[in-house]
């Protein structure tokens, strides 16, 4: 008898919501949550109901009973350093999500929703591949300045997803390959997966690489800091101009990549700068991460939302086509990702890791 599983992944603008028998999709959806509706709440951890009711919704209208379902499956948040793999959502993960010393990010909330809509029905609760999975390479973390470490906080769930479903393809092992991939969605990260392991990264969130559609992320530092130091500004209005108001947000109000496109096609040449910028400094990243890997790289891979424009992504070819052939993978695999991760656990193939 497969195994149902209901699939919860949130995003800064989204909650994608899949329902699997074993490996296989019986229907998705991808509920989307306005600027004006996430601006209500003050922290992620306070959208908890409001996500949540979206989801019974969904079902309800969907004609699914909640208690269907064997297993529920949320994307993992911002915790300690992790290795890859499927954990169980204990008192231990949800104590560091509640007190989010690492951080307030969407994915905070895949590990609270499928575990509360889990203990409701009975039912064991996951999370997969979190966002601090952790593969860098010593050398990789060294900021320039002793007291800042960098640090492994982006998309890896969707971008090893995307590494194997490319190495599947072409017939050959992820393990085996050297690829760039880029996960443009809300956040925007770029890793240097080298043989299985992502070595480097340009972070979705803590200020990292190029900024996104809410997030500011590298910016130069001293100005950052004579700002911070201004007296205009809150620590929490800070942190909220950073991640949250920055990128398309603080530039053009929205974080549409598809109203800005409209804007552009309407004569908007300051839509038009913003957009060009975006794009140069992805490309930037990309080639970074090859040089990395010594510019031996088998493909790029680009996927996430934003991929779905083919103006965004035939523009950022022409910058790093160059490096090696460019695949592009509009979306993300992440619902079906999360299902496996869960599905090897039910079926006895591995044990849930433990987090402590």
């Not at 998705?28 to 949550?33: A, K, P, S």
């Not at 109901?49 to 909640?66: E, G, M, S, T």
């Not at 991939?181 to 990260?189: A, D, Q, Y």
């Not at 080639?287 to 790029?300: E, F, L, P």
């Amino acid at each position: 008898m497969a195994i149902k599983s209901l699939i919860i992944n949130p995003g800064s603008t989204s909650t994608k919501v899949g329902i699997f028998e074993d490996e296989t999709m019986i229907m998705d959806e991808t509920l989307r949550h306005s600027t004006e509706e996430i601006a209500q709440y003050d922290s992620i951890i306070a959208q908890k109901d409001f996500r949540k009711n979206i989801i019974l919704d969904f079902l309800k209208a969907q004609n699914q009973d909640i208690k269907s379902f064997d297993v529920v499956v949320g994307r993992g948040g911002l915790l300690k350093p992790i290795a890859s793999g499927t954990y169980a959502v204990n008192d231990a993960m949800l104590k560091d999500i509640a007190e989010h010393k690492r951080g307030d990010h969407a994915s905070n909330l895949g590990g609270v929703l499928a575990k509360e809509i889990g203990d409701e029905i009975g039912v064991p609760s996951f999370v997969v591949d979190p966002v601090v999975v952790d593969e860098l390479e010593p050398v990789a973390r060294i900021s320039g300045v002793p007291e800042i470490e960098r640090i492994s906080i982006f998309h890896p769930l969707n971008q090893k997803a995307m590494g194997r479903r490319y190495a599947k393809e072409v017939g050959k092992k992820y393990e085996d390959l050297n690829l760039i991939i880029t996960h443009l969605g809300g956040g925007v990260s770029t890793g240097a997966h080298k043989k299985g392991k992502i070595v480097d990264v340009y972070g979705a969130f803590n200020g990292d690489g190029a900024f996104s559609p809410e997030r500011a992320n590298c910016v130069p530092a001293l100005s950052l800091v004579e700002l911070c130091y201004s007296g205009k500004f809150t620590e929490a209005e800070m942190k909220k101009k950073i991640i949250g108001n920055g990128g398309f947000n603080a530039y053009l109000g929205t974080n549409d990549a598809r109203d800005i496109i409209k804007r552009i096609d309407e004569g908007d040449e300051k839509a038009k700068l913003v957009m060009d910028a975006f794009i140069y400094n992805l490309a930037k990243n990309i080639g970074a991460m090859a040089a990395v890997m010594q510019g031996k790289v088998d493909q790029i891979i680009i996927t996430g939302g934003i991929a779905y424009n083919e103006r965004i992504m035939n523009k950022l070819k022409e910058y790093v086509s160059f490096i090696a052939p460019v695949t592009v993978y509009p979306g993300e695999d992440e619902l079906l990702a999360l299902a496996q991760g869960a599905l090897r656990v039910m079926n006895g193939e591995e044990e849930a890791k433990i987090y402590e």
